[in-house]
């Protein structure tokens, strides 16, 4: 999963017409590294989304417009616009993941 650079970056991706996932994440994170363990398999099986990491630590600022209270979070976004996100309460097993991106 590539890592975001800056927040130009991110403004790009997010702006496509193909939807991608951005996993809200942090280095100090132990639910975030969990998540890395099985989450391989998942984008590997919902290749029709473009997948990215973001640190919320380095761009606190896109955190909070995007509501993210708790990482991991997994967010969709297309055309500029949030489709769907997966809460980090919600984000802690493999079932978990694939129920909400079933469900968008």
């Known amino acids: 999963m590539e890592r975001i650079q ?3 970056q991110f403004q790009q991706l997010i702006s496509q017409e193909k939807p991608v996932i951005m996993k809200f994440t942090a280095g100090w994170c132990p639910d ?8 391989g398999d998942i984008i590997a099986e919902y290749n029709q ?3 990215y990491e973001i640190d919320r630590d380095e761009f606190p600022e896109l955190a909070e417009k995007y509501d ?6 997994l967010l969709i976004f297309k055309n500029s616009e949030k489709q769907a996100h997966l809460h980090s309460a919600n984000a802690k097993s493999p079932e978990q993941v694939i129920e909400f991106l079933q469900s968008v």
Request: glycine share 4%; aromatic share 16%; hydrophobic share 40%.
């Open 6 to 8: 800056s927040t130009d």
């Open 49 to 51: 989304y473009d997948w």
């Open 68 to 73: 993210v209270m708790g990482i991991p979070s």
């Open 32 to 39: 975030c590294r969990r998540m890395d363990m099985f989450i």
